[in-house]
């Protein structure tokens, strides 16, 4: 009984499924710490990061971090706002037959 549940459990982790995972855990009396720390080189190794924290943000329905250039100008001060003046009629074409 307990390959069937970690077989299913090591499923939703790969499915990013995290929310889902946590019910199982929950109603089953599923030891989630103990077969995470077992599972870390296998099924609970992330392999793309991007995917991974987009379901996360999915899954629980929290907002995407919103961040403007004032923001980080404000937290950084090595930043400042440049404006590009580049236009194509000043980029010159050297064309040769």
Not at 42 to 71: E, M, Q, S, V
């Amino acid at each position: 009984m307990d390959i069937i549940l970690q077989r299913h459990a090591r499923r939703l982790l790969v499915a990013h499924q995290l929310k889902h995972l946590g019910y199982f855990a929950a109603t089953l009396d599923f030891h989630l710490v103990e077969w995470l720390a077992k599972e870390r080189p296998r099924a609970a190794r992330i392999d793309n990061f991007i995917a991974a924290l987009k379901n996360l943000h999915t899954d629980f329905a929290w907002p995407y971090p919103h961040c403007t250039l004032g923001a980080l100008t404000g937290a950084i001060p090595s930043i400042q706002r440049k404006t590009s003046h580049t236009s194509l009629s000043s980029l010159r074409l050297d064309i040769r037959d």
